[in-house]
């Protein structure tokens, strides 16, 4: 691990000791930053960040095996994760925290009190911001371009750009077992066209939701025009 990783590494922990007081159960726990050294050469090593243990792996995890075997997922374990998501996002906005890189292999699946509770992780690419509510500036484009908002490939946004990700991650659990990255470009296109997204005839009894996320989407992406 050279300087500048280091460096990097000791901001991420910096910016996760901001959540260390929160009792919000949707954002990984941070406990500490250390670093274990070269026998050879105490000078040099790399540095690890100890936080919460989530055995149950990651989301992108579930997916990819809901994929493979060609299962879809129970409405209301989406209801549930997306609901967990959006918790801990929440808690992120209020202490000012745009994460900027939410997706399924940043939200670990812990397992507490008999049931799987989801935790967002991976503050690397994550930032403070003056204001919630005002576009700002940003040195570098940043995210991981399935799940970016429209306006992350510029470098002025505010923190709506974390609720594209989430309504994207509904999508994404909505259609499975079929895949995101095939679908991806024809919702763009309906989104931009303010065409109406409709979700697999399973979800019917979730029409209004999805009507609902669409015109949130196309609210979302009318303010960055």
């Not at 691990?1 to 991420?12: C, G, P, S």
């Not at 918790?87 to 925290?97: A, Q, R, S, V, Y």
């Not at 077992?177 to 979730?206: F, T, W």
Request: hydrophobic residues 35%.
């Amino acid at each position: 691990m050279d300087e500048e990783e280091k460096e990097e590494f000791k901001e991420e922990a910096k910016l996760m000791e901001k959540t260390k007081s929160s009792t919000n159960q949707h954002i990984v726990k941070y406990f500490d930053l250390f670093m274990i050294t070269e026998v050879n050469s105490p000078s040099r090593g790399n540095l690890y960040i100890a936080m919460d243990y989530c055995p149950l792996g990651d989301l992108s995890k579930k997916i990819k095996a809901n994929v493979e075997s060609g299962k879809e997922f129970n409405s209301e374990i989406i209801y549930d994760y997306i609901y967990q998501i959006a918790d801990g996002i929440n808690e992120l906005h209020k202490n000012k925290i745009v994460h900027r890189d939410l997706k399924p292999a940043n939200i670990l699946i812990a397992w507490e009190n008999d049931k799987e509770v989801l935790k967002i992780s991976d503050f690397g690419l994550a930032k403070i911001i003056d204001s919630l509510n005002k576009s700002q500036s940003h040195s570098r484009e940043c995210g991981t371009p399935l799940y970016m908002a429209p306006e992350q490939y510029f470098t002025k946004y505010q923190s709506p750009v974390d609720i594209w990700a989430i309504g994207v991650i509904f999508y994404e659990l909505c259609i499975a077992p079929k895949k995101l990255v095939n679908e991806m470009k024809d919702l763009r296109k309906k989104v931009d066209n303010g065409q109406r997204v409709y979700l697999p005839s399973r979800y019917s009894e979730a029409v209004n939701y999805s009507s609902f996320k669409q015109k949130s989407l196309s609210l979302h992406l009318s303010c960055i025009i």
